[in-house]
């Protein structure tokens, strides 16, 4: 096949002619407030490289929504987490300088506005924990990074499969080549879905342990030692009012002299 009458070099002109109004589209398509699933482009396969570019497209726009959709839930945790931090650095300075104020006499009951200052401290502090806001910025910030990243190496990936269609000579089959670049489209949203399970498993891990209050010990460990070998021997009472009972010894071996 002639690089003039190769089908994919007809889909890569009319990309470039229909640029504007792919981004035109992707502009005008309101956002989810929530990641939810995508309806899987179905159409006539008698046009495969047709097909396929709608694959593309449908696939790029899964990952641009998940990478917008991260961006704009971090803003508001960056701004009360930074919120929350202020306060617990402000209040706990002002806590600590108090009472020491209070001893030069400028000012009266320093001492209880220590005490003051020291629990909106706290508060702050837990407030931030238990919500998990810093945490929660941290990791919107990192999985927003990581889609980019593989978003960016997919684009690369089918752009490599487009030149190798159209530069030729091609390898294999014409139906080789769409299960190659079928393959890229499903490793693709292979990864981009496992990223955004792993952000949401992370952050139930972080949510079970902020809710826990007591550290949870393995079975059989007390004060940090492992308990091996065979259970520990009760010793049982005996009930009041009876006679304690001298239990059986066992008369030595041997001679007696």
């Given amino acids: 096949m002639q690089p003039e009458e190769s089908a994919w070099g007809k889909e890569i002109g009319e990309e470039d002619q229909s640029a504007p109004a792919t981004v035109a589209r992707r502009a ?13 482009p179905l159409g006539d396969w008698g046009e495969p490289a047709e097909r396929l570019e709608e694959l593309y497209r449908w696939s790029e726009e899964r990952a641009v929504e998940a990478i ?42 320093g001492a209880g506005w220590g005490y003051v200052g020291l629990a909106l401290a706290a508060a702050c502090y837990g407030t931030d924990r238990v919500f998990g806001l810093t945490s929660g910025w941290m990791r919107d910030v990192s999985t927003a990074q990581a889609l980019q990243r593989r978003l960016e190496a997919f684009q690369f990936d089918w752009a490599s499969e487009c030149v190798r269609e159209v530069l030729g000579p091609t390898e294999g089959t014409a139906g080789e080549a769409a299960e190659r670049c079928l393959g890229v489209l499903r490793r693709f949203c292979e ?9 949401t498993s992370e952050w139930m891990l972080e949510f079970r342990a902020s809710m826990t209050q007591l550290p949870t010990q393995a079975p059989g460990t007390w004060g940090g030692r492992s308990e091996t070998g065979g259970g520990a021997q ?18 030595p071996e041997g001679p007696l002299r």
């Avoid at 009760?234 to 304690?244: A, K």
């Fill in 191 to 199: 990864d981009v879905s496992d990223m955004v399970r792993t952000e």
């Fill in 28 to 40: 005008s398509t309101p956002r989810r407030a929530d990641l939810s699933a995508r309806q899987f």
């Fill in 68 to 109: 917008d959709w991260y961006r704009r839930d971090r803003v508001w945790k960056r701004r009360w987490a930074r919120l929350l931090r202020f306060g617990t650095a402000s209040f706990a300075v002002g806590g600590v300088t108090a009472p020491l104020v209070d001893l030069t006499g400028a000012i009266d009951h």
């Fill in 234 to 251: 009760v010793r049982v009472l005996p009930p009041p009012g009876t006679r304690p009972t001298m239990p059986r010894q066992r008369p």
